[in-house]
């Protein structure tokens, strides 16, 4: 799209039309799922850490490649911040057994990262406030993980990924503490909630939301997840299952707060104050992520270093998709974006 409609020349916004697949050359095409194979599992060291809020302890998880850089540089590093229903490990390293790599975390530690993630604030293997650790709290949770990761790795500068309402948590902390953030990825985001119909379903219960601090989540909640978009045929049902045998063995509950602040206080993220380099990433049948509403993100954004990327054949969960290997695609591209040249 030309520049003097809003979007800079040297940005690629796919899928508008005909999807991300239509602008790759066939060739290209059918060698996507080649390319997005990952390397053994015992190639990939894996490390727990504990960061500290106050006296709530936070339960951090890192994966990389355990052979050195040829170098012994330090790797990039990617922060994966999760949404509102699951956990870290249940969201970005999730095993399905017979079904494939659904673990994004050993993708992008295969693509030669170094990967974390965290569980926030009364999610998983994390300890609980007891409040209901909306996109405040999460950023609250971020600023103390951070340095855990700078003391681990030896570097300041992160990307940071965040997928569903962990999109929001990532983007809030991308406006706090913008020197800590490279380059930032939001999958499934929202804005201002403009025209997600999902969103307006959780709008007539939002002060179930705001009276209680944690809401029920059980089986039948995590399978909703792979229909509500009216597009189950996208995801394999061997994942919905092993996400909830993931999820509920740490119980029928979760925190309420990005639920409530994703109905009742919208906008949490001022687009302009996000200064770092940004993909919005869009599944086409998103019942939550409406065009509408990313485009007015989008064109908001100071850095011309930005994309806005619809994936077809995709709904509001990508990473669990049957199409996962696009977003591992358009990922990967982003994330090792050549320096631009001085003009």
């Not at 855990?148 to 503490?177: D, L």
Request: glycine share 8%; aromatic share 8%; proline share 5%.
């Amino acid at each position: 799209m030309d520049s003097d409609r809003g979007f800079p020349r040297r940005t690629v916004v796919a899928g508008l039309g005909a999807g991300l697949a239509a602008l790759l050359p066939a060739g290209a095409r059918a060698q996507t799922a080649a390319a997005a194979q990952t390397v053994p599992a015992a190639d990939i060291a894996k490390s727990e850490y504990s960061a500290k809020k106050g006296d709530v302890s936070l339960y951090l998880l890192r994966k990389r490649l355990a052979a050195p850089t040829q170098s012994n540089a330090p790797r990039p590093v990617v922060f994966l911040a999760h949404g509102s229903s699951n956990s870290a490990g249940a969201s970005y390293d999730l095993s399905v057994p017979g079904k494939g790599e659904y673990s994004l975390m050993n993708v992008l530690a295969g693509y030669g990262f170094d990967v974390w993630t965290m569980d926030h604030d009364g999610y998983g293997r994390s300890g609980s406030s007891g409040n209901n650790s909306d996109i405040a709290s999460s950023v609250l949770d971020l600023k103390a993980a951070i340095p855990v990761v700078e003391r681990e790795t030896g570097q300041r500068k992160f990307h940071f990924y965040g997928t569903s309402s962990g999109g929001i948590r990532a983007a809030a902390y991308a406006q706090a503490e913008p020197e800590r953030v490279d380059r930032l990825i939001l999958v499934a985001f929202t804005y201002k909630g403009t025209g997600s119909p999902e969103i307006a379903r959780r709008n007539a219960v939002a002060e179930r939301y705001r009276n209680n601090n944690r809401r029920k989540r059980d089986a039948a909640m995590i399978r909703s997840i792979f229909t509500r978009d009216g597009l189950a045929a996208s995801y394999d049902p061997a994942v919905a299952e092993a996400l909830a045998d993931a999820e509920l063995k740490f119980g029928d509950q979760v925190p309420t707060g990005t639920y409530l602040d994703m109905t009742a206080n919208l906008p949490l993220v001022d687009p302009k104050k996000v200064t770092c380099p940004v993909m919005l990433v869009r599944g086409e049948h998103d019942g939550i992520a409406t065009v509408a509403d990313l485009i007015d993100f989008y064109q908001q954004l100071p850095n011309g270093d930005r994309q806005f990327v619809i994936l077809p054949n995709v709904a509001h969960s990508a990473g669990f998709s049957n199409n996962r290997h696009l977003l591992w695609h358009v990922v990967r591209q982003f994330l090792t974006m050549p320096t631009a040249a001085a003009t």
